[in-house]
């Protein structure tokens, strides 16, 4: 009896969990991968999601937040590590990178190994929406991915937005837009537990989901909602996701007003009742290199308000874009969304 030779590849990512864009990408990725016939491995350095699609191998980083930040910036001078997983890497046939650092394996394994490296673009955020050493580390960042992936065989960018970027680096792609899990985010999602859980009843109701972060725009998102109060008296607002920076974040409950709740991290297979428990979904992000939520939103039928910027001309075709940083503007579109989905219910 002949053997078949099964393909293999590696799938990278720095996390693993659930409230990851990217990484919800990932297990969605290794799924398609593995219906094709592929044996499939995902390699992190941390994470919780446990997939019958892949093996899952955990590298190991540091527990505390700082010094994590500071191993993934300087992963590469972890030399041990770098060589002993780029060693791995010549059991496949395929390396998938989707973030730095875990290109430095892959940059390092195409060097040594005749296997493809296709690196996943998922953008970087510029660095001038970051404050003081946040600043310095996302230059860095930036830097250090593009002499990573220098040595890609193909480089895929989820947005038309992001293959431009790229274009500015010399570098060239292909585009491949997000997949959402169309099993889990349907017009079937039932929205009463979420507003039982919230004490919300029949008030108005935004959401915004993902990382509590300053170029996520959180703050402007508050002014606007505080504008929003003025027409719509009981509306609230609910803001799912973590707050990845402390100052930030402090920042954040001192200007929140009546009505904002931040739920802090919610499993992700609550957040389609999530999306169809609000009358609108919003988002005042200054930079998305896609923006999945405004695609899970849309996929249960909640439309989105958001900024006119990165890849949301491309993303959102439910809801309604407003000029960055227009706060007036912004409040205007979540009041008329509102009304207009009042109206057609």
Same mark, same amino acid.
């Not at 040594?112 to 860095?140: D, K, V």
């Not at 999602?189 to 935004?206: C, G, M, T, W």
């Not at 508050?222 to 920076?245: C, H, M, S």
């Not at 389609?272 to 930079?287: G, Q, R």
């Given at each position: ?49 446990? $997939?019958?699609? !892949?093996?899952? %191998? ?5 527990? @505390?937040? +700082?010094?994590?930040? =500071? ?114 985010? $349907?017009?079937? !999602?039932?929205? %009463? ?5 919230? @004490?919300? +009843?029949?008030?108005? =109701? ?129 009041? +008329? ?9």
């Amino acid at each position: 009896m002949q053997k078949v030779n099964v393909k293999k590849v590696a799938i990278l990512t720095p996390t693993f969990f659930r409230f990851s864009g990217i990484d919800r990408v990932v297990e969605l990725q290794a799924e398609e991968y593995a219906k094709k016939g592929w044996e499939v491995t995902i390699f992190c350095l941390k994470g919780d999601i446990s $997939t019958r699609y !892949a093996t899952v %191998e955990k590298i190991g980083c540091p527990e @505390s937040p +700082s010094l994590e930040r =500071l191993y993934r910036l300087l992963f590469f001078l972890d030399i041990a590590t770098v060589r002993k997983y780029s060693r791995r890497m010549k059991d496949f046939d395929m390396i998938i990178s989707h973030l730095y650092p875990m290109n430095v394996i892959a940059h390092q394994a195409r060097k040594r190994y005749p296997l493809t490296y296709i690196y996943h673009n998922a953008g970087i955020a510029y660095p001038h929406l970051f404050h003081g050493l946040e600043r310095l580390y996302m230059e860095a960042f930036r830097l250090l991915t593009r002499l990573t992936i220098r040595n890609a065989d193909e480089i895929i960018s989820i947005s038309h937005f992001l293959k431009r970027e790229l274009q500015k680096e010399g570098l060239d792609s292909r585009v491949e837009h997000c997949k959402i899990d169309a099993k889990r985010f $349907t017009m079937e !999602a039932d929205p %009463e537990s979420v507003r039982r859980k919230h @004490s919300i +009843s029949d008030s108005p =109701l935004f959401l915004y989901v993902g990382r509590v972060s300053p170029h996520k725009g959180i703050h402007l998102l508050l002014k606007a909602f505080a504008k929003v109060r003025e027409e719509l008296p009981d509306a609230k607002l609910l803001i799912v996701g973590k707050k990845t920076f402390d100052r930030y974040g402090k920042q954040l409950d001192r200007i929140a007003c009546k009505g904002v709740l931040f739920t802090g991290f919610v499993p992700d297979e609550e957040l389609p009742a999530y999306y169809a428990a609000a009358d609108v979904y919003v988002t005042a992000s200054l930079w998305e290199g896609y923006d999945l939520p405004i695609k899970e939103a849309e996929a249960v039928g909640t439309p989105s308000v958001a900024f006119a910027i990165g890849a949301h001309p491309e993303v959102l075709t439910k809801g309604a874009m407003v000029t960055e940083n227009d706060i007036e503007g912004f409040a205007i579109a979540m009041v +008329s969304e509102h009304r207009k989905r009042v109206k057609g219910k």
